[in-house]
């Protein structure tokens, strides 16, 4: 107060710039975040550039050069229908990240709003809406999967999509709701009521804002568990197009081998899920501790 | 201090908190001795560094904490860098601590009889005996009866029965040390008082040495033999507390005694004196004295050079190099207000209240915590709303905003017409004429909105302007509330709590307020803080006219802005009146003993009028007068049988000034002078 204006701007903006500078610091130094990054990233260049890096196509079957081991022709060897591993690898990314990632949104957007609702009115809507996800989340994600995609009549990857996200929306529903519930007992929501603003501005440019960090963090943590879940069902054969170039169903595919010597074409793949699934939980951990929460 | 081996002391100690990855003194060279039996009083700001003394002397810092350099001694022995089980050790059996909130200090899952055996267990006692010498802690902490109470769990017990719990538990091992973080802030003056009283006793009976803490001037100079007063993490002044409060010689202790309503002072009579600026923010670079930026007497080497803590004599340190000139120093500047009283001279009522009861259903229960209420309000005035914490202000302040509906046969009226009791029913101009400034600035503003959008929101509500327009007009407010127009796009995060609470009074103004309801407003704020805000809404009165029904523990700030006073005890009004007249009796019993249980910080003694037992169950008011149980002037009022089987009325005993008491006011007025 007693500092000339132009300090005062100064000061302010300043703090902000440093307070963001110090946070980005504490990530970068954080060697689980620059970890996770990399491997995050590696399979997002992958997805995008993939099909055009590749010594060959995925899908190009080559009766002759069956069950070889990685060499220079085939750093990855290839598979039991002379598939090159290394290309479905590579390729492979981008299904599962396309999937996961759709799934993860509709979810969180799902449960979001789910849980800015009920968390808002709370009373009887709460208690009947938390009972009936209560239920869905009471049932296992392959059982409900496997019941969906066997009405459906087979493998469906917009069904696969939609029942992850479905199955994603009641826990995060549950976090949003607790976060929403402590949220709405401030002051700030009051004053809005106060100036009779409609519910839905209040849940949505007055709450939802306040509410983002747990959302972050939680829709991290499922994307992760979406890749799981993706890469099993593929496994199990369902949810995905038969052939196409997909980590799961590659080693559904080709892990009887493991015990006769062909490793490379269950190892390769299933290593990608591992370090895209690391990746992802990795990044989780350090954003969970960046907003401290 | 030529005593014994100090019971605690911290030699040159600093510690620093890490945060976003670097290191932050949050402790400067500090060198505190506690005698044994000694009370020892740390005050400060927020932000001082005054709790992470208290945890340093517990060897207990936050994982991001640690001591740079110095040590802390327990009875002579160096606990610096004692291994975890020796602190832990210590902790069971000769140092404890009371922290402020005494309900987030018991477990909630466990009853109160387990919790407190669990201390005789740890010190090595049998299951038996543990219950045992549970229900006499108990007894010693004055809690009738032990044993319901140790059978109830944590949120089935009052602010201060919790708080007798925790130094129930504190006291157990019979500590040499008791460090106490804020052990009353959160609690009624009278539940305070109460509580202060117990460890006082306590003390006597067992001359623990106290390290106690707290904002509280008042509290401290009851409390304590000496005190340190710490400024941005710095020990600026110590001595004995009656030198020290009557006599400091630093500029901040100066400013700080200064910004503090007291003695009657009223806001026709005089402005409250405010230290400028802000504290320093935390682990910032401070090669001079710590206090420079805001010292209205500073000089050129206070910039560059730190002052000693020097001896003043008689044990009276003060670390500035001007601490002669400190008693005298210039008030600090303040504009020169309009020379208009705040308070109204044509009294045509603005708001009246006929009438209003609340009755919330609980269970099957039916508990009435507003019973006909009936005031009224004057164009530019203030009233104050005094009550312990359950005696129904914040009930009777939400029914004027319409949050809640009261019951049926209430009336609230402005300007004569009715208000509708649902916000949603009454017009824009009636919405925004009545608004709120709430009590903590953190939770009012939304933290994800820049200023100038919450500020202009509001008026694009309230006054109904268009979005340019609004932007403008909020530019405009904020600047009026010497919110700088280069602050307007930062979140509020990045302000400091008095002008967060500016961009609140500044967003109730949005409107064309008539009534604002002050719920507490200032007592999240630190006391420089507070003095400012209080200036500010004084000047906003005398400029717009408007009116403020002013709710406040705190009854310094209550009288300072008040024209007039309503004392509520169980949701009835009990004593109105005007300021002088409430403050300076005769008073209402009740009134009475709320204004006997604030400590002084003037130190004046007051004859302590308790009142017994606490406060009754609203669904179950007690017969007669609902203060009889608990009065402390019914027995041999000769009215007694009065008392206990009818209520009385809200009389009017003198003119404009209402009691609800069956002693007449000439005998209030013999029992009240001796």
């Not at chain 2, 050079?305 to 670390?319: A, C, R, T």
């Not at chain 2, 009796?585 to 130190?603: K, R």
Request: glycine fraction near 8%.
């Amino acid at each position: 107060m007693s500092s000339s204006p132009i300090s005062l701007k100064h000061t302010a903006a300043q703090e902000r710039r440093t307070m963001r500078k110090e946070r980005i610091a504490v990530l970068r130094s954080n060697k689980a975040f620059v970890a996770g990054v990399i491997l995050v990233g590696f399979w997002i260049l992958c997805a995008i550039v993939g099909n055009w890096v590749v010594p060959q196509r995925p899908e190009f079957l080559d009766m002759m050069v069956t069950d070889l081991p990685p060499s220079g022709a085939h750093w990855f060897g290839t598979d039991g229908l002379g598939r090159d591993v290394f290309a479905r690898v590579i390729v492979g990314s981008r299904e599962i990240l396309v999937m996961a990632s759709l799934a993860t949104v509709i979810g969180t957007v799902c449960g979001s709003a789910i849980g800015l609702v009920t968390g808002y009115f709370k009373g009887r809507l709460d208690l009947f809406v938390m009972r009936i996800l209560d239920a869905i989340s009471a049932l296992p994600v392959l059982v409900i999967a496997l019941l969906a995609l066997s009405a459906v009549g087979g493998s469906s990857a917009v069904i696969t999509v939609l029942i992850i996200g479905f199955v994603f929306t009641p826990i995060i529903a549950r976090t949003v709701r607790a976060a929403v519930l402590g949220e709405s007992e401030l002051d700030y929501v009051a004053a809005a009521r106060l100036r009779t603003e409609k519910t839905p501005y209040i849940l949505f440019n007055e709450i939802l804002p306040n509410v983002l960090p747990p959302i972050i963090v939680e829709f991290t943590i499922r994307l992760g568990y979406a890749v799981f879940a993706i890469a099993t069902l593929s496994f199990l054969g369902v949810g995905v197009a038969l052939g196409s170039p997909n980590w799961g169903s590659q080693v559904a595919e080709n892990y009887s081998g493991i015990f006769i010597d062909t490793w490379w074409s269950t190892i390769f793949p299933a290593a990608a899920i591992a370090t895209l699934a690391i990746g992802i939980n990795l990044i989780a951990d350090s954003v969970m501790e960046a907003f401290e929460l | 201090m030529t005593s014994p081996t100090p019971s605690l002391e911290l030699r040159n100690l600093s510690v620093s908190y890490r945060v976003r990855g670097i290191e932050r003194s949050v402790l400067r060279d500090i060198s505190i001795s506690i005698a044994p039996g000694e009370a020892y009083g740390l005050v400060g700001e927020s932000g001082c560094g005054k709790s992470t003394a208290a945890f340093a002397a517990m060897r207990y810092l936050p994982r991001n904490g640690s001591i740079t350099s110095g040590s802390i001694l327990f009875e002579g022995n160096d606990i610096t860098s004692l291994d975890e089980d020796r602190i832990k050790d210590l902790r069971i059996n000769a140092i404890s601590m009371v922290y402020q909130n005494p309900v987030n200090a018991l477990n909630p899952t466990l009853r109160i009889g387990k919790q407190v055996a669990e201390v005789f267990k740890l010190l090595g006692k049998s299951e038996e005996e543990s219950i045992e010498l549970t229900k006499e802690a108990l007894r010693k902490v004055q809690i009738a009866e032990p044993a319901s109470v140790m059978g109830r769990y944590p949120h089935q017990l009052s602010g201060g029965m919790a708080q007798r719990v925790v130094i129930a538990m504190a006291i157990a091992s019979n500590p040499r040390l008791l460090v106490m973080d804020e052990p009353t802030t959160g609690l009624d003056a009278t539940v305070e008082a109460e509580v202060l009283d117990l460890v006082r006793d306590l003390r006597r009976e067992s001359g623990t040495s106290v390290l106690f803490i707290s904002h509280n001037l008042g509290v401290i100079r009851t409390m304590c033999d000496r005190i340190g007063v710490l400024y941005a993490g710095s020990l600026v002044e110590e001595g004995p507390t009656e030198t020290v409060l009557n006599a400091p010689n630093h500029p901040y202790t100066v400013g700080l005694l200064r910004c503090i309503p007291k003695g009657g002072l009223n806001k026709n009579s005089e402005r409250l004196d405010t230290i400028a600026g802000t504290p320093p923010s935390l682990g910032a670079n401070l090669p001079g004295c710590v206090f420079v930026d805001r010292c209205t007497i500073a000089v050129d080497r206070c910039k560059t050079e730190k002052p000693e803590l020097v001896d003043n004599g008689s044990g009276h340190f003060s670390k500035c190099f001007l601490s002669d000139q400190a008693v005298n120093m210039p008030r600090a500047k303040v504009p020169v207000s309009p020379n208009a009283q705040a308070t109204p001279t044509s009294k045509s009522p603005l708001l009246e209240i006929e009438h209003l009861s609340k009755t919330f259903t609980q269970d099957t229960n039916d508990v009435r915590v507003l019973t006909d209420i009936a005031l009224s309000l004057g164009e530019g005035e203030t009233l104050g709303l005094v009550g312990e914490s359950g005696s129904g202000k914040t009930t009777l302040a939400r029914a004027i905003l319409g949050i809640i509906s009261p019951d049926e046969g209430s009336t609230i009226s402005m300007h004569g017409k009715k208000l509708d009791a649902l916000l949603g029913k009454r017009s824009a101009e009636e919405v925004g004429a009545v608004q709120i400034v709430f009590q903590n600035p953190d939770s009012a503003l939304n933290r994800r909105h820049t200023v100038a959008r919450i500020v202009a929101r509001a008026v694009q509500k309230l006054a109904g302007k268009s979005r340019e327009e609004s932007e403008e007009l909020a530019q405009n407010l904020l600047s009026d509330m010497s919110v700088d127009a280069l602050l307007h796009s930062v979140k509020p995060s990045q302000l400091s709590g008095g002008l967060k609470q500016r961009v609140a009074i500044a967003r109730s103004f949005a409107g064309k307020p008539e009534l604002i309801v002050c719920d507490e407003p200032t007592s999240a704020l630190d006391v420089s803080v507070q003095a400012n805000i209080l200036n500010l809404l004084v000047d906003l009165q005398k400029r717009e006219r408007v009116s403020y029904i002013f709710i406040s523990h705190d009854l310094g700030v209550v009288r300072y802005i008040s024209d007039r006073i309503a004392v509520l005890y169980l949701g009835r009004l009990m004593e109105l009146g005007t300021s002088e007249a409430v403050f300076n009796g005769p008073h209402h019993p009740y009134t009475e003993a709320l204004l006997s249980s604030v400590p002084a910080i003037d130190g004046s003694q007051r004859v302590r009028i308790r009142l017994g037992g606490e406060i009754p169950n609203p669904s179950k008011p007690p017969s007669g007068c609902v203060l009889h149980p608990r009065c402390p002037r019914v027995a041999g009022s000769g009215v007694e049988h009065l008392c206990t089987s009818v209520e009385p009325p809200l009389a009017e005993v003198e003119p404009g000034h209402f009691m609800r008491c069956h002693i007449p006011l000439t005998n209030l007025e013999k029992l009240q002078s001796k």
